[in-house]
């Protein structure tokens, strides 16, 4: 039995609450059990100095743990993001771009940000299913106010936690979990079920493919559930709201 009583392929508690903030282009707080981020998209007309007069856009992402997210203070970074924290906005960031179209975005960029507020594992993989939610609601309201003629995004993109605990493979790890986990895994997928990113550490003894091919199939099972709550979402029209600078 896991500590909150979940079966092995069960989910936590997740939902995603639309224009948590009221500036932000796009504002979500993204919630899984314990867990709770939030994620805002800002649309900057401008891009980075590196592809201008390209014709294409960027997505960008900054992902960081507030002080009271956890049971011990966090210190704030104030001399730039740590390893850990570059680690996982570069990832945000790779995950968000596989499905937004840059072409279609325009010489602009969104900047994306995501603040844990409430940390129980699964931080990265809460920011990129809300992080996505927050984007398409700003490309959205761009569009609204015709900045944009289409829509940049391709596909939906989620994320979930898998892991082997006791020789058990389960989905959706609490920090509880993951901190014992003898196998850790990260996975990206967009709604056509291709991979993005696929991150697995043994914490301990090697995994055998049998046991990825399980974990990976326990993470697509959760993907799926997440994308039809996405649907659902995406679905309810997103009120008009001003943009950019």
Same mark, same amino acid.
């Given at each position: 039995m896991r500590p909150d009583g979940r079966a092995t392929d069960e989910l936590r508690p997740h939902s995603f609450e639309r224009d948590f903030t009221a500036y932000a282009a796009g504002s979500v707080l993204v919630t899984f059990g $314990?867990?709770? !981020?939030?994620?805002?998209?800002?649309?900057? $007309?401008?891009?980075?100095?590196?592809m201008r007069n390209s014709g294409k856009g960027w997505v960008t992402a900054e992902y960081s743990m507030l002080p009271g997210s956890s049971p011990e203070r966090i210190r704030r970074e104030t001399k730039g993001p740590k390893g850990r924290t570059q680690e996982i906005q570069r990832l945000i960031g790779r995950? &968000?771009?596989?499905?937004?179209?840059?072409? /279609?975005?325009?010489?602009? =960029?969104?900047?994306?940000?995501?603040? !844990?507020? =409430?940390?129980?594992?699964?931080?990265?993989?809460?920011?990129?299913?809300?992080?996505?939610?927050a984007l398409s609601d700003a490309l959205v309201r761009a569009r609204q106010a015709g900045l944009i003629d289409?829509?940049?995004?391709?596909?939906? &993109?989620?994320?979930?936690?898998?892991? !082997?605990?006791?020789?058990?493979?389960?989905?959706?790890?609490?920090?509880?979990?993951?901190s014992t986990a003898e196998t850790d895994m990260n996975v990206v997928m967009t709604g056509d079920g291709s991979f993005v990113e !696929? =991150?697995?550490?043994?914490?301990?003894?090697?995994?055998?493919?049998a046991e990825l091919d399980s974990l990976l199939g326990l /993470?697509?099972?959760?993907?799926? $559930?997440?994308?039809?709550? =996405?649907?659902?979402y995406m679905a309810i029209e997103v009120s008009p709201r001003p943009i950019g600078r």
């Open positions: $314990e867990t709770k !981020v939030l994620c805002t998209a800002m649309i900057d $007309e401008d891009t980075p100095r590196w995950a &968000l771009r596989s499905v937004t179209d840059m072409v /279609a975005l325009g010489e602009r =960029q969104v900047l994306i940000d995501c603040d !844990v507020l =409430q940390a129980d594992g699964g931080t990265r993989t809460a920011s990129i299913c809300g992080a996505y939610l289409r829509d940049p995004l391709t596909d939906l &993109l989620a994320a979930i936690s898998v892991g !082997v605990i006791d020789g058990e493979a389960r989905l959706d790890l609490p920090y509880s979990e993951d !696929v =991150q697995g550490t043994a914490e301990g003894a090697p995994f055998s493919r /993470a697509e099972k959760g993907i799926r $559930e997440i994308h039809d709550l =996405q649907r659902e």
